[in-house]
């Protein structure tokens, strides 16, 4: 059993800062990306920045130079700090990950989502 376990969001002023954290946990062999999404009411789930465990990076055009994206290999944890946030970033995000797992036999790829959090831009 493989689990992300998102924290950080909350409410923040327009143009302040927050920063997500998630960590995975599990029988997990390696990780190859991990990802931010986020998810408004009745819009569909949208990439907000990813990385690669080589350390590729890509983002949303909205929030290049807001956001950046990091990860800890040695804890499985990836980071968003955001910044210089707007009351459109106010959102649900989750985290993703695609990873190689253990299996009976051997092992397998799963690509996996946190529970997601709330983040609140408003004054």
């Known amino acids: 059993q493989v689990q992300l376990v998102e924290s950080g969001g909350g409410l923040v002023q327009p143009g302040g800062s927050l920063r997500l954290s998630c960590a995975a946990s599990?029988?997990?062999?390696?990780?190859?990306?991990m990802g931010w999404y986020r998810q408004a009411p009745g819009k569909q789930r949208e990439l907000v920045a990813a990385i690669t465990s080589d350390g590729m990076l890509n983002y949303e055009d909205s929030v290049k130079g807001r956001f950046t994206i990091s990860r800890d290999n040695a804890k499985n944890t990836v980071y968003l700090q955001m910044n210089s946030l707007k009351p459109e970033d106010t959102d649900v995000y989750y985290c993703n990950a695609y990873l190689k797992v253990s299996s009976p036999g051997g092992y397998r790829y799963l690509e996996v989502w946190g529970q997601g959090t709330l983040v609140t831009v408003s004054s």
């Open positions: 599990g029988s997990i062999f390696s990780i190859y990306t």
